[in-house]
């Protein structure tokens, strides 16, 4: 199962919500937070999503996941 990872961070004024392994922004704001909670609903959506937000120094400040983890076990 694969997992789609988005992120948050500065484009010049703007804040842009992409998708790993995607060469297009999916979305630009104006405001940070509208772009955290965008990206934040992308996540959550996604089978096994995760959200990465990035200061303006594009240093990562906080890292969400959501969906469930596959399960591991142990045989034997």
Excluded: C
């Excluded at 996604?46 to 906080?62: C, F, K, N, P, W």
């Amino acid at each position: 199962m694969s997992r789609h990872i988005f992120h948050v961070f500065p484009a010049g004024a703007h804040w842009e919500v992409t998708q790993q392994n995607r060469d297009d922004v999916l979305a630009s704001f104006e405001d940070r937070n509208q772009a955290i909670a965008w990206g934040m609903d992308l996540a959550k959506r996604a089978t096994m999503g995760q959200l990465r937000i990035y200061r303006r120094d594009h240093s990562l400040v906080e890292e969400f996941t959501f969906g469930e983890e596959p399960a591991f076990f142990e045989f034997g």
